[in-house]
Nanobody
Framework: QVQLVESGGGLVQAGASLRLSCAAS????????MAWFRQAPGKEREFVAA????????QYAASVKGRFTISRENAEGTVYLQMNSLKPEDTAVYYC???????????????WGQGTQVTVSS
């Protein structure tokens, strides 16, 4: 069993930075590939970034590549999302997810966090 708790969201102006954290409880955290998703009002949840259980491989959505960085500290049971050069279109609820596979679909994800709100004003 893994429980995920996100933090670090807030209200910022365009161009600012935020770092989201996802704290995981449970002994099997290091076995999971981890990802960040986001959901804006009236839109479907979308993939943002993912990182392998070992931390050696990452993947990003085209809309955030070059601005966002995902990382993890297995010893601390935490995954991070560093968000730079934020834009109003980045406004959404951000969720972390744990997946034993590298597919990150609704069927493959085992655990979701409760989400943290990020609002970027223009």
């Amino acid at each position: 069993q893994v429980q995920l708790v996100e933090s670090g969201g807030g209200l910022v102006q365009a161009g600012a930075s935020l770092r989201l954290s996802c704290a995981a409880s449970g002994r099997t955290f290091s076995n999971y590939n981890m990802a960040w998703f986001r959901q804006a009002p009236g839109k479907e949840r979308e993939f943002v970034a993912a990182i392998r259980w070992s931390g050696g491989i990452t993947q990003y959505a085209a809309s955030v590549k070059g601005r966002f960085t995902i990382s993890r500290e297995n010893a601390e049971g935490t995954v991070y999302l560093q968000m730079n050069s934020l834009k109003p279109e980045d406004t959404a609820v951000y969720y972390c997810a744990a997946d034993p596979t590298w597919t990150f679909t609704a069927a493959s994800i085992d655990y979701w966090g409760q989400g943290t709100q990020v609002t970027v004003s223009s």
